[in-house]
């Protein structure tokens, strides 16, 4: 996934919000917590008035999300229609797909246009392109609306309009901040064992690996998935406001294709746009030092060097899950999965531990301000398909979740007193039951004034997630606002984007020694399928964007 905006844990009665620019609804975790039980005694005496009312006709919402199934999820959802029973009536089926198959099912289903009343889109998957085919339900009438006070409170208007897309609500947003620094996870028993300081710099990282796959040649030195590791040497464009970089497909902003755009110092003029395997005379009006091919795509080069310490089939999801993780000497991932990382380690090696190394940025790992990148649009979502039949129904369902923090608290986290406990009024420590209901909370539940903390993390992680939910610890990229119309080239986009994607696989996971090549070949096949036309797409649109006042 992209650098997902994550959950932030925080101690507890103790954070001033940075994001009080657009959730002015929360100024401090305090007042949240306050806020919430409030407003749960409100919700409560409702939903007591309006069981005196009869319950509506029995409806089941499908929904489709993707990842593991919790094995708890029945459990918690026979919980919900219990308690509900009378009021909402609904019954919820949750239909779970591993992440390929919810991205091909999805497009089937729209494209078909069979019933789906909740289903996850993100602007790194679909989103941008299937709202510009019309196949989601505008859903500008639910919020900031009386009639759902639970959607009003959790959702204020600032954060409903840096999601809009064209004008319209399209989506249910879920973030509790802006972005969850991405971290290599170095087992810091074998850092120890080996006799080698804290890992500061990715040299201090590559040694590292050299002396494990020196002492121990029957570890991975580093595990990596099918994007590899994720950000490794991927430039940024901090200090710049003349560059939109999308150094990685996941980064695209464009369709579906990761086109890099330049602009005019001004801001006010689009110079070019280039993409993976283009030649060097497409980056030549780009600003110095984002001239070049190489200077953003060459780090697809670093990662054929890091190839010899990953495991041998990082494609195959069947043969990473075989992995022995007491043999991982690192991974891949975010501050704030550390801790749940930590407790899986100690499963299998008592007295494993886990440290993170901040590879993507040294100021991020000293906290500075202006440090991390982003657009301040949540980057998961849910989308009501036009197709649905229930979509009050379904806006219902989600004005519940959201109306107090019970409601909320039984979806993120589960049965309270089984698969959590409360500590204080807006954190929570795990139980030995947690693992029975892992719900994946960036999917349908996350959100600045509900969600609550994870105090199991440790003190200087919790510095760190402080860090992300203050927005001066952010810089905003270029084009932020920019949503690109997919329609006049979705031919081409449609026949482009499964080549592209099988390039970047090979790409990512450094599989191909021979890198700027096979992406001069790739990009050579691209241009046969139409890279050209939505080329001169994305130059119309931006431009068109900037001529209208966009930034």
């Known amino acids: 996934m992209k650098g997902t905006i994550r959950k932030a844990a925080l101690p507890a009665l103790a954070l001033i919000l940075g994001m009080s620019t657009f959730l002015a609804a929360c100024s401090s975790n305090e007042t949240a917590g306050e806020n919430a039980g409030k407003n749960a005694g409100k919700n409560n005496t409702a939903q007591t008035a309006d069981s005196n009312a009869k319950a509506p006709e029995p409806v089941t919402l499908k929904v489709m999300l993707f990842g593991e199934k919790p094995?708890?999820?029945?459990?918690?959802?026979?919980?919900?229609e219990e308690e509900t029973k009378d009021t909402l009536n609904t019954k919820l089926n949750i239909e779970y797909n591993p992440p390929a198959?919810?991205?091909q099912k999805m497009q089937l289903k729209m494209s078909t246009g069979e019933s789906v009343d909740l289903m996850f889109d993100a602007p790194w998957m679909f989103l941008y392109n299937n709202v510009s085919q019309g196949y989601y339900q505008q859903l500008d009438k639910y919020f900031n609306n009386d009639e759902y006070p639970g959607l009003k409170q959790a959702f204020p208007s600032e954060l409903i309009e840096a999601n809009k897309i064209n004008g319209h609500s399209y989506t249910i947003p879920f973030m509790t901040s802006y972005s969850d620094p991405f971290v290599i996870n170095i087992r810091k028993d074998i850092r120890e064992e080996l006799g080698l300081p804290p890992v500061k710099t990715l040299a201090d990282y590559k040694n590292y690996l050299e002396k494990v796959q020196e002492k121990h040649p029957d570890y991975v030195p580093a595990a990596i998935g099918g994007r590899g590791i994720y950000r490794l040497g991927i430039p940024e464009e901090k200090g710049h406001n003349d560059i939109r970089l999308a150094a990685v497909v996941q980064d695209s902003f464009t369709g579906g294709?990761?086109?890099?755009?330049?602009?005019?110092?001004?801001?006010k003029k689009m110079l070019g746009?280039?993409?993976?395997?283009?030649?060097?005379?497409?980056?030549?009006?780009?600003?110095?030092?984002?001239?070049?091919?190489?200077?953003?795509?060459?780090?697809?080069g670093l990662r054929t060097e890091f190839r010899k310490f990953n495991n041998k089939d990082p494609l195959s999801a069947q043969a990473n899950s075989a992995l022995d993780p007491a043999k991982n000497a690192s991974t891949e991932g975010t501050i704030n999965g550390l801790v749940f990382g930590k407790k899986d380690l100690k499963k299998v090696v008592p007295n494993g531990d886990l440290e993170p190394f901040f590879y993507t940025s040294q100021d991020i790992a000293d906290m500075k301000p202006g440090a991390i990148r982003t657009d301040f649009r949540a980057n998961n979502s849910v989308v009501i398909p036009a197709s649905s039949k229930n979509i009050d129904r379904t806006m219902k369902f989600l004005d519940w979740l959201y109306s107090s923090k019970d409601n909320h608290d039984l979806f993120e986290l589960g049965i309270e007193g089984e698969h959590w406990v409360k500590d204080g009024d807006n954190g929570y420590k795990t139980t030995d039951k947690t693992t029975n209901y892992l719900f994946q909370?960036?999917?349908?539940?996350?959100?600045?004034?509900?969600?609550?903390?994870n105090t199991d993390n440790d003190p200087e992680t919790i510095k760190y997630i402080q860090y992300t939910m203050d927005k001066n610890s952010y810089y905003?990229?270029?084009?932020?606002?920019f949503v690109f119309d997919s329609k006049p080239v979705a031919t081409e986009i449609a026949q482009i984007k499964p080549k592209l994607q099988e390039t970047a696989d090979i790409l990512m996971t450094g599989l191909e020694p021979k890198w700027k090549e096979l992406a001069q070949k790739s990009n050579s096949e691209w241009r046969q399928l139409g890279l050209e036309k939505v080329r001169a797409e994305v130059i119309k649109q931006v431009q068109a964007y900037l001529d209208a006042g966009g930034k």
Request: hydrophobic share 40%.
């Open 476 to 481: 905003q990229i270029p084009l932020s606002g």
């Open 273 to 300: 746009a280039a993409t993976i395997g283009d030649p060097d005379s497409e980056f030549a009006s780009f600003p110095a030092p984002f001239n070049t091919h190489d200077s953003i795509y060459g780090h697809f």
């Open 101 to 103: 198959d919810h991205k």
């Open 441 to 453: 909370g960036y999917e349908l539940t996350w959100n600045p004034t509900l969600s609550r903390i």
């Open 257 to 267: 294709i990761p086109f890099s755009v330049a602009l005019s110092a001004d801001g």
């Open 71 to 80: 094995a708890d999820l029945e459990k918690v959802l026979a919980k919900f």
